[in-house]
């Protein structure tokens, strides 16, 4: 592993658990659905980097769960933090043309 794999990794989960650890502290102070939504699209966004990461390093198995080739976390993981960033977008968009 080379010093740009290490400042690429270094960064993503840095930058990840400080947006993680904010939308956490914001989840506390709020109780709106759209803005839970996106705390939580925004942790799950976190959870596919640490996956990633771990799936560099060799960690993960990936063997257990798969379609064709494809192990099933990668095909979930990077989908579950946009369907989640959906849901935020369409209760804010319901919001304001309910009027």
Do not use: H
């Amino acid at each position: 592993m080379d010093v740009g794999q290490i400042v690429y990794v270094i960064s993503r989960l840095v930058l990840g658990a400080l947006a993680s650890f904010f939308a956490i502290m914001l989840w506390s102070k709020t109780r709106d659905v759209a803005w839970m939504f996106m705390v939580i699209g925004t942790i799950a966004a976190y959870i596919e980097t640490v996956y990633s990461i771990l799936n560099l390093f060799g960690i993960t198995g990936e063997n257990s769960f798969l379609i064709g080739s494809v192990p099933v976390a990668s095909i979930v993981l990077p989908c579950l933090r946009t369907i989640f960033f959906i849901a935020a977008f369409i209760v804010m968009v319901y919001r304001k043309y309910r009027r």
